[in-house]
Structures are given as C-alpha cells and as structure tokens.
C-alpha cells in the first residue's frame, strides 16, 4: 500500500525501570489506509499510549521506522516532526485538555490560526465543526461551563479542525459515563468519516472498538 497514512516497521520500544528493562513494544509491523478507523484495543498497561506517542511523533527513543503520509519522520529533528505533525496529525486524549480561559469556538479557531489561516475562515470552519457535533448552542462557553461529553466534542472539533490525514484518539471517551461515551463516540466515528480522515484509536472498551473499521489487539508488545 503506497499511499498509507501510516507505516509502521519494525517499532520497538523499552523502558528501564528500577534496573530491569521492559520491552513494551517489540516489533510493530502495521499500515493504516486512507480514511481507515481503526481500533488500538488492550489491557491497561499494554503500551496503547506509548504506541500513540511513536504515531504521534511526540517522543524519541523508539526503535524502527514510522512513515506518515510517505515521510520517514522518525528520522527527523525536532522541527521537522513538529511540521509532520501540524500537517497530518490531529490529537484527541482521555482527558479534553482545552484552554479554559478560552470559549469552544476559540478553542477550535487557536490551532487554525497556528497553522497560518485567517481569522474568518477559521471561525466559520469552527462553527461548521462544532454545529455538526450539536454545539451551536454552546459556542461561547467556557470548558469549566461545559458538560464532560461536550468537552470532549469540543476537543473532538479542535483536532479536525486543520483536516488531518489521521486522527490520534487515546481513550477519547474513557472519562465519561456509558452512554455519554457511546454517543460522544458515534458522533467522532460520523465526523471523522465524513471529513475523510483516517483514525487510531485506542481504548480497552471492546464494545466501542467493534464499531470502527478494523480492531487491532496489542499482545506482550505485538499487534494480534
Ligand atoms: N516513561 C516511562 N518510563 C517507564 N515506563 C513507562 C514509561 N511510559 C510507559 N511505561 C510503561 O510502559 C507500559 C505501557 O504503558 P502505556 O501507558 O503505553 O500502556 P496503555 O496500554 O496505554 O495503558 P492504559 O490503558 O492504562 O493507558 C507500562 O508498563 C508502563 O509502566
């Protein structure tokens, strides 16, 4: 597959912990397809995270080769993984990670303007993002005025919001309850479809792992 998002070769990663080493990722051989959502299932403590972090190209010390959108990034300065990042990647984690002095639609307008796109524009692809997530209504509220589910849409809205190739999602939905969980998730799933953008999202819910395209399990540092 030559126009995967993601190509993943032979990635390792160890950890020294009080004198022993353990090797959480032993060998990782995976390919994510345009658009493909994909689910990063395993137990706490599996190396879920650390996997995310190798994609995410948001630390070193990882052994084997990691392409995103065909550039070998993992050989990269610092600088040049940033710009890999900010073109491809956009993140989601457990926990939303909003600015809090900073209401929804400038929280989803900051990272446009980073990314060199006028004010406008930037607002109108907000209100676009935040509308499909059912937020209209919550545009000038703050995080700490917002229900956990819709901090995490909004979070949601912010890491679409420069059209990535991949989405990264850790545990996206793991704060909240079962069934703010389950909807938060179909509307994540509809949006990131819709936007044609591919996902890895990692979760130990098996459940809401079978509703994404393919279901990866990380096994003693291998991918089943
Ligand atoms: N910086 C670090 N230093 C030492 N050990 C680490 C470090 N980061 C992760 N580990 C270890 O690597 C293993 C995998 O951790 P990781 O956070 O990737 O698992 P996970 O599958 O995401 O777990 P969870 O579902 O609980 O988030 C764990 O044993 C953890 O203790």
Do not use: C, W
């Amino acid at each position: 597959m030559s126009d995967a998002v993601v190509r993943l070769s032979g990635l390792t990663r160890s950890f020294e912990q009080g004198g022993e080493r353990i090797d959480v990722l032993r060998g990782i051989d995976l390919e994510i397809a345009p658009g493909e959502i994909v689910a990063l299932l395993g137990p706490s403590g599996s190396g879920k995270s650390t996997m995310l972090q190798a994609v995410g190209l948001l630390e070193g010390g990882f052994g084997g080769s990691i392409a995103i959108a065909g550039t070998e990034a993992s050989a990269l300065p610092s600088d040049g993984r940033t710009r890999v990042r900010r073109e491809h990647l956009g993140f989601v984690y457990q926990f939303h990670h909003l600015l809090p002095d900073f209401n929804a639609e400038e929280n989803v307008i900051l990272p446009q303007l980073v990314a060199g796109r006028g004010r406008e524009e930037a607002a109108e692809r907000a209100r676009e993002l935040l509308s499909a997530l059912g937020l209209a209504q919550r545009l000038e509220h703050r995080p700490s005025q917002l229900s956990g589910g819709e901090q995490q849409r909004v979070a949601v809205a912010r890491a679409l919001a420069n059209r990535p190739t991949l989405v990264l999602a850790d545990e996206p939905t793991g704060n909240l309850d079962e069934h703010t969980a389950d909807r938060v998730l179909e509307q994540f799933l509809a949006l990131v479809r819709g936007e044609g953008s591919a996902a890895l999202v990692a979760t130990h819910n098996e459940r809401l792992a079978a509703k994404m395209d393919r279901v990866l399990r990380l096994h003693e540092g291998l991918l089943e």
